[in-house]
């Protein structure tokens, strides 16, 4: 097996020699990457020479330049700490040492051009992730280093053939199991250092094809996130054609888990990656709030889809006794039937409402202006009548009345003009607009949900019970449950651009003849791949800022995402399901969960519950089945809980068999304070302030304990990840990691919750070091082994 610690051959006084060693290497590292910095400023800065080409060739090659300068700086700016994080010795043969390599976020190279760096998602890399010690491959060793800034404070060593190491190597030999070591350090709120001990499996997990579902079934602590998050970055890395310009969208389960994890992919060089709660889907709307689990599972359920469709078509109304509007002395009719009719025509175009309406409005000015032409025709007509019934209408005049009526009322002309003069008129675009408004998805929401009578009229109509419980007023926050039906009430719902595509259509044939030109010179010049014709020409078209892929996909709802990550998926619903999938519909996705952490009542029970409907038997699950994180002491008594809450499902493995058992404490509120401090104090001792510490309470505790801790930061805040001591719910710790972890209200926790024993789960695992159960009546059942 890999030599640890416990195996070194150096004696003390020899283990700073490595350490110098490494420091001159990594000063090196840093050296050059500030000249690369500079390099890349200066590009952005200056911009390409001057001459060469034309002046459209010109341009082009400028932005070019340009847009590759942007994004090497980018890059470059984004991996400063953790430069290099690797290395690894190949084994020496007989024609001398073996290669030696070091992995770090970005790939640099010196002034000739000789590798320095190798990027992690590279080919070389891999033996760093994949080696064990029953299966090397090619290493003689695997070295981790830590930095601090820019400065090497720590290195682990893992030697798997002492004999393939030189005598000088043998000699360097330090630290001790990165993956312990990793484990045993303080947690600073940060992911920035989970790079180095990535492990075979989620290696596997990370190279994975990017095509189709790819399902990440892992207990707590078996690193699933941190394969998923370093699986988008290779993704990006080997599918830069494919990806770069669609981006990659990473759904996580609240705003401060999602910050806990955003300085992972920019550390690793990438920025073409939108970070989202389910909350944040639908753009220009970060909704927080949550409904009770009972609403939740209402506004989950696949139901709701035909809820809003209902919704829709009835706002699209036809009146019983036909349309009636009173205009300049008369009384415009158009009666049932055509009503009904043009209604139907319109929805016949199985076109989006908002775009529908127009079909709707066209046709009903038309009938409105053919009406209001056949009464005048009427009026015209009865002083003639008279006089063809008294005998005094002249054969000549006959003729031509009988000419007209084979005539069209109004012509084409005539009939353009009626309407535009109709629809100028407040009352006819009144009436019309009562008929088939134009609507918002928060409209069409705000007034369903604020109307009893509706909301148990078209519950009926689509077989969704319990709609009461939507019931609403007008003007209460949107919930995160409410986005995903937004987002389906958009896309039923649509919007008429019809201006806007025709201002298109114009500018696109003002540029068409600029990009063929662009095409041409591009080609030419071997610059195609990096930047298409048309980004060229409209980025030259366009005065405002350029923007990311990320800013871009932020504000389209219709983005269609090159590839999408689901993290804690489990909680997803239904509903949140179909707003996700519209996201991407390549249907290229890795999900990220654990169906045994389903806190939800709406929720997951199984995977294929989800994904059959979308991609039915085209998904495939890699199950991550150890456990690095959690201690053995404390995950047994989280197995119980989760075999009595839901036997099917098995909890991960630990491999950790450190630190002290759990304990259950009878503890007044009032002395709570102290068991915070007193925890504070063994995790962090006199020298580290790294330690973190959560009180996880339930809900109805909350507000007291806040009152008892009144410095600790409180709830799902990104804030809160920059605090020692934190106090959330079951629900806001969920994907989140603690050197201590206190809970409060076990029996609370359970009851409060028809996923209560689950949440429970989720709180005993958050605990890397050490877990208390404060309560201050008797412990629930579930935790009878901590009695």
Known sequence: MGLRQADAVNPDCEKSAPLRTEQAYVSRLYARLDVERANAEAALREGPAAGGGAAFQARVESAVATEEAARRLARLGGVEHGLCFGRIDHRADADGPGDTFYIGRIGLRDEDHEPLLIDWRAAAARPFYTAAPGAPGTLARRRHLHLRHREVVRLDDEVFDLEGLEESERRGIVGEAALLATLRRGRTGRMSDVVATIQEEQDQVIRSGLHGVLVVQGGPGTGKTVAALHRAAYLLYTHRDVLERRGVLVVGPNATFLRYIEQVLPGLGETDVVLATVGELYPGLKATARDTPAVAVVKGDLRMADLVQAAVHDRQRVPADGLHIDIDGLTLVVDADKCEQIRDRARALRLPHNVQRRRFVHDMLEALAINRAEQYDRIMDEPLEEMAKSGGLPDWLQELIDEAEEEPLLDETD????????????????????????????????????????????????????????????????????????????????????????????????????????????????????????????????????????????????????????????????????????????????????????????????????????????????????????????????????????????????????????????????????????????????????????????????????????????????????????????????????????????????????????????????????????????????LASLK
């Open 415 to 782: 009939l353009r003009l009626a309407k535009e003069a109709l629809w100028q008129d407040p009352a006819v675009h009144e009436a019309l607009n009562e008929l088939w408004p134009e609507l918002t998805p928060q409209r069409l929401l705000t007034d369903l949900y604020a109307s009893p009578d509706t909301l148990a009229r078209l519950g009926t109509r689509a077989v969704l019970p319990d709609c009461a419980l939507l019931h609403r007023p007008a003007g209460s926050p949107w919930t995160v449950s409410d986005v995903p039906l937004l987002d389906e009430a958009a896309d039923l719902l649509g919007k008429d651009d019809s201006a806007d595509r025709a201002r298109r259509r114009a500018a696109d044939a003002a540029r068409a003849a600029e990009e063929r030109y662009a095409r041409e010179v591009m080609e030419t010049t071997g610059t195609a791949e990096r930047i298409s014709a048309s980004e060229l020409v409209e980025r030259h078209l366009d005065d405002g800022p350029s923007l990311t892929t990320a800013q871009r996909a932020l504000a389209d709802r219709e983005w269609a995402y090159g590839h999408v990550i689901v993290d804690e998926a489990q909680e997803l619903s239904e509903m949140a399901w179909r707003a996700v999938m519209r996201r991407v519909p390549t249907r290229s996705l890795t999900v990220v969960g654990d169906i045994a952490q389903t806190g939800s009542a709406a929720g997951a029970t199984t995977w294929g519950q989800m994904l059959d409907r979308y991609v039915p038997g085209r998904w495939r699950e890699q199950r991550l089945l150890v456990n690095y994180r959690t201690p053995a002491a404390i995950m047994r008594v989280a197995a119980d809980v989760l075999a009595a809450v839901d036997p099917g499902q098995t909890p991960p493995e630990p491999v950790r068999d450190d630190g002290p058992p759990p304990l259950a404490l009878a503890l007044p509120p009032g002395e709570l304070p102290a068991l915070v401090r007193s925890e504070l104090s063994r995790i962090t001792g006199d020298a580290s302030t790294e330690g973190r510490l959560a009180v996880i309470t339930s809900g109805a505790r909350r507000a007291a304990v806040l009152d008892a801790l009144p410095g600790a930061a409180a709830g799902a805040t990104p804030e809160a990840l920059d605090s020692q001591v934190v106090v959330l719910t079951a629900e806001e710790a969920k994907g989140l990691e603690f050197d201590s972890v206190i809970v409060v209200d076990p029996a609370g926790i359970v009851t409060e919750s028809p996923k209560g024993g689950q949440d429970l789960y989720v709180a005993l695992t958050r605990a890397t070091r050490r877990l208390t159960v404060a309560h201050d009546n008797d412990l629930p059942p579930l």
